[in-house]
């Protein structure tokens, strides 16, 4: 098993930037893939992007392509978000998933282990 923690959440302005990070431990992190998800009040939780046991393959929701990157850290146990751009219907719950079977899932179902979540909050 892997215990997820996000941090990096917080208040910023249309069009300022935020990098999230979520800090794993527990079992192996390199046997993961792991993804960032976000979820706003009474709304389904959406897949943003994921990246693959070593990071050499990565895919994204269209909604984020060229403004958000993931990569990952194996050497820290970490994975990041960094959400540049950002617009206020960003503004949600962030949460990190892992899960150890590819292909790569792009839905919630997909993942085992979850983070209990950064809220981003971006005014207008």
């Known amino acids: 098993q892997v215990q997820l923690v996000e941090s990096g959440g917080g208040l910023v302005q249309a069009g300022g930037s935020l990098r999230l990070s979520c800090a794993a431990s527990g079992d192996s992190f390199d046997n993961y893939i792991m993804a960032w998800f976000r979820q706003s009040p009474g709304k389904e939780r959406d897949f943003i992007a994921a990246?693959?046991?070593?990071?050499?393959?990565?895919i994204y929701a269209d909604s984020v392509k060229g403004r958000f990157i993931i990569a990952r850290d194996n050497a820290k146990d970490a994975v990041y978000l960094q959400m540049d751009n950002l617009k206020p219907e960003n503004t949600a719950n962030y949460f990190c998933?892992?899960?150890?079977?590819?292909?790569?899932?792009?839905?919630?179902?997909?993942?085992?282990?979850w983070g209990q979540g950064t809220q981003v909050t971006v005014s207008s």
């Open positions: 998933a892992a899960d150890h079977n590819g292909p790569i899932p792009t839905l919630v179902d997909g993942y085992d282990y």
């Open positions: 990246v693959s046991w070593l990071g050499g393959s990565s």
